[in-house]
């Protein structure tokens, strides 16, 4: 089974952090929010639209809760709704962010969108496709997507244990059809299999 272009393979995930996390270390202001936004893409697996429009303001349809460590989605594709809790290591980046970078940020004073563009203006769900896009190219992914950290999420958590019931939720999907999708097996996942088989 060939692993699609599309999708991250076993270890490119850390191959990507290791190389966003370098150059946030010693780069700019936009460095680091790259940093943060690839984080998030990561850890809650949400859609380019929901990413866009996450905000700080709890008033908000869709918002992060830095202080609980939740991303709060009221209105989402298809009007779906769900909470996503964020791991330890990704809320402490989060919080670093909104803390110490996000201040920084053109408008962000005045705008409550947790990412917003170089020119201080809110992400579109086009625009914000396109962001993810140009920063997985940037650090050697040509081919992935936004939806490549969504389909990461979906298939990583799946492969350490969660429950259908509890992907089917992170996801937000309506049909626990639409997350069986993901819950094919790669070739390390078939190979780990058959060696348990002789272990």
């Not at 969504?150 to 939720?169: Q, S, V």
């Amino acid at each position: 089974m060939q692993h699609s272009n599309r999708f991250f393979a076993d270890g490119e995930v850390q191959s990507l952090f290791r190389a966003v996390r370098q150059r946030a270390s010693r780069g700019t202001l936009l460095d680091k929010v790259d940093y943060a936004l690839v984080t998030f893409a990561w850890a809650t697996g949400c859609r380019a639209s929901e990413i866009a429009s996450v905000s700080l303001d709890p008033k908000q349809v869709n918002y992060l809760d830095v202080r609980a460590g939740l991303v709060v989605l009221t209105d989402a594709k298809w009007g779906s709704s769900g909470t996503v809790p964020l791991d330890a290591r990704s809320l402490r980046v989060m919080r670093r962010y909104v803390r110490e970078v996000r201040p920084l940020v053109r408008n962000a004073a005045v705008l409550d969108r947790l990412f917003l563009t170089k020119t201080g203006s809110p992400y579109t769900p086009n625009t914000m496709s396109k962001k993810l896009t140009m920063l997985l190219t940037r650090y050697g992914f040509p081919g992935k997507t936004a939806h490549s950290f969504r389909h990461h999420f979906c298939t990583d958590l799946l492969r350490r244990g969660a429950h259908l019931h509890e992907a089917k939720a992170l996801m937000r999907h309506r049909d626990v059809r639409s997350t069986m999708l993901y819950s094919h097996a790669t070739v390390d996942d078939l190979r780990a299999a058959v060696n348990r088989r002789v272990g």
